[in-house]
């Protein structure tokens, strides 16, 4: 007998690989030599786990999540029944690839079956200065551009800096404001609201505050209302 192919055939390259969403897909097969490719769109802070469910003493079958570059971003390739990968959180939106493939062949019938359960939960994607969600636990910055932010409902950003007196301190925070509505407040040393920038356009500043004295001044900010493709905003 030959080796059956399943409904999604043929997947074999990611370039050809069958486009799925999240859930349980049963009834499906692994031939030698024929690789199974699934793509799924995700969203930044998704959450994906692969579930794959087979008997290993039919064919071992090994499984692999991609970018869509084909970097290999986790994997599970042990000998035994069931493979299973995640949750991972993904950092870009994009179309990310499932493999799966059989290793090694075995037992009465060529190939062999498997269930593929993918879950996806949607989170919001932090940002390498968290936790800094209080005025005591703001993330020490110097002046000049910061990137790659991000802000999460519930999940304020503090950030702290150095004044010295004579110093025109001034803060611009920039983002789209149709992926959610982000407000910016300037603190002094005594944690006293200084200035604040609180519209529902893209985009927020205040400055130019003199400081009279030296100390440590801070800025928030909160995530006001959240909106767009994804949770949070950056």
């Given at each position: 007998?030959?080796?059956?192919?399943?409904?999604?055939?043929?997947?074999?390259?990611?370039?050809?690989?069958?486009?799925?969403?999240?859930?349980?897909?049963?009834?499906?097969?692994?031939c030698?030599?024929?690789?199974?490719?699934?793509?799924?769109?995700?969203?930044?802070?998704?959450?994906?786990?692969?579930?794959?469910?087979?008997?290993?003493a039919e064919?071992?079958?090994?499984?692999?999540?991609?970018?869509?570059?084909?970097?290999?971003?986790?994997?599970?390739?042990?000998?035994?029944?069931?493979?299973?990968?995640?949750?991972y959180?993904?950092?870009?939106?994009?179309?990310?690839?499932?493999?799966?493939?059989?290793?090694s062949?075995?037992?009465?019938?060529?190939?062999?079956?498997?269930?593929?359960?993918?879950?996806?939960?949607?989170?919001?994607?932090?940002?390498?200065?968290?936790?800094?969600?209080?005025?005591?636990?703001?993330?020490?910055?110097?002046?000049?551009l910061?990137?790659?932010?991000?802000?999460?409902?519930?999940?304020?950003?503090?950030?702290?800096?150095?004044?010295?007196?004579?110093?025109?301190?001034?803060?611009d925070?920039?983002?789209?404001?149709?992926?959610?509505?982000i407000?910016?407040?300037?603190?002094?040393?005594?944690?006293?609201?200084?200035?604040?920038?609180?519209?529902?356009?893209?985009?927020?500043?205040?400055?130019s505050?003199?400081?009279?004295?030296?100390?440590?001044?801070?800025?928030?900010?909160?995530?006001?209302?959240?909106?767009?493709?994804?949770?949070?905003?950056?």
């Amino acid at each position: 007998p030959s080796c059956v192919d399943d409904a999604y055939e043929d997947n074999d390259t990611a370039a050809a690989a069958s486009t799925i969403t999240a859930g349980l897909y049963s009834g499906l097969g692994a031939c030698v030599s024929d690789e199974d490719y699934y793509a799924i769109d995700l969203l930044p802070g998704d959450e994906i786990s692969v579930d794959l469910t087979f008997t290993d003493a039919e064919g071992d079958i090994d499984l692999q999540l991609q970018d869509d570059s084909g970097n290999v971003l986790d994997s599970s390739m042990t000998t035994s029944d069931n493979e299973s990968i995640g949750p991972y959180t993904v950092p870009t939106a994009g179309t990310y690839i499932i493999r799966a493939w059989l290793w090694s062949d075995a037992g009465s019938v060529p190939g062999n079956s498997y269930d593929l359960d993918i879950g996806v939960v949607s989170t919001c994607l932090e940002d390498s200065y968290e936790d800094n969600d209080s005025p005591a636990a703001a993330s020490s910055v110097s002046g000049g551009l910061i990137s790659g932010l991000s802000v999460c409902s519930s999940d304020d950003d503090y950030f702290s800096f150095t004044v010295t007196t004579g110093d025109t301190v001034s803060a611009d925070l920039i983002f789209s404001d149709a992926e959610g509505d982000i407000d910016l407040r300037l603190y002094d040393d005594n944690n006293v609201l200084i200035a604040s920038s609180l519209t529902t356009s893209d985009n927020e500043s205040v400055g130019s505050w003199l400081s009279l004295e030296s100390g440590t001044w801070k800025v928030r900010a909160n995530l006001f209302l959240d909106a767009g493709l994804y949770l949070g905003n950056s």
